[in-house]
């Protein structure tokens, strides 16, 4: 039993990372099992060094003990590399040239569970076309989800307290794997990194639910092993509204400097106590 805690170093901590840290904690010294720390700072542009410090020495307050030094996604570029090599080599990712702005003027673009689900610009262009502009235009890589989903057939997890669900991965469109800016997108990182580490109980925010369809499409196509998954309720400040980087009076190193114990909070939460004002919500 592996469970793991995976922030991104792009702002501090909040009352809701702590949350899910000490869900996941909790259930992994419960079974006996193994607490990993992965730091997910492969977004070069807002992923800061004194984010990492600060949220190990966040980790450390709250009394939440781990397995082994933080594995950093920036170390398994290689992993990433090759996998993507090896669904460009099945031909089920192609590069795309889109901007932004291209993919916002795109009458036909709706919105999915990520974001705007790509119109499909690039997907089928011209092969001489692809390689000269390769060689010269800034690119994406993204998923043929068509392709894709024909190949995987139909997706199950098993999400705790409800049993199997079905994963939809086709809603999401032609999601990115690999962006111009950072060699691998969150989807691809997390779901390698998952298998690689041997995780056997991913538990999260409900935010990341959607995000399940996706990573469980990628563990069949690049027959990764297939966990369990738990997306526990968010944390909501007073406005009712689910906690953000900008929340700075709910960031742990606030509540530290109040002067709060971080190994009662933890039991607090654990136990689904939150300081007042606070509540857990369902999205
Ligand atoms: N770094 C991701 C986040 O903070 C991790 C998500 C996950 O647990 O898969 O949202």
Not at 65 to 92: E, H, I, K, T, V
Not at 100 to 107: F, K, Q
Not at 112 to 141: F, I, K
Not at 270 to 278: K, Q
Request: with cysteine.
């Amino acid at each position: 039993m592996q469970t793991r805690f995976a922030p991104s170093p792009t702002g501090e901590l909040h009352l809701g990372h702590a949350y899910s840290a000490v869900l996941a904690h909790g259930a992994a010294r419960a079974a006996n099992g193994r607490f990993l720390i992965r730091i997910d700072d492969i977004d070069g542009s807002r992923s800061r060094e004194e984010h990492v410090a600060a949220a190990l020495a966040d980790l450390e307050w709250l009394g939440i003990d781990r397995d082994g030094d933080p594995l950093r996604q920036s170390d398994r570029l290689d992993s990433y590399a090759a996998a993507l090599d090896n669904l460009r080599a099945r031909g089920l990712v192609y590069p795309c040239f889109c901007t932004r702005a291209d993919i916002a003027a795109s009458l036909s673009a709706p919105h999915g569970p990520s974001g705007v689900v790509y119109p499909g610009t690039c997907r089928n262009l011209p092969d001489a076309e692809r390689a000269r502009r390769m060689a010269a235009e800034p690119h994406c890589w993204r998923l043929d989800m068509g392709r894709a989903t024909a190949e995987a057939g139909k997706l199950l997890w098993q999400e705790a307290g409800q049993g199997l669900r079905v994963a939809d991965p086709a809603a999401h469109g032609d999601i990115v794997l690999a962006r111009k800016d950072a060699p691998a997108s969150y989807h691809l990182a997390s779901t390698l990194d998952d298998a690689a580490l041997g995780v056997t109980h991913i538990i999260r925010g409900a935010d990341l639910l959607a995000s399940t369809d996706v990573h469980r499409l990628l563990q069949a196509l690049l027959d990764l092993s297939v966990p369990l998954y738990r997306h526990h309720a968010l944390v909501c400040g007073p406005d009712g509204k689910r906690l953000a980087k900008r929340d700075a009076a709910a960031s742990l190193a606030s509540l530290r400097v109040a002067g709060i114990d971080g190994p009662s909070l933890a039991a607090d939460l654990a136990a689904g106590r939150l300081p007042a004002g606070y509540s857990l919500q369902n999205p």
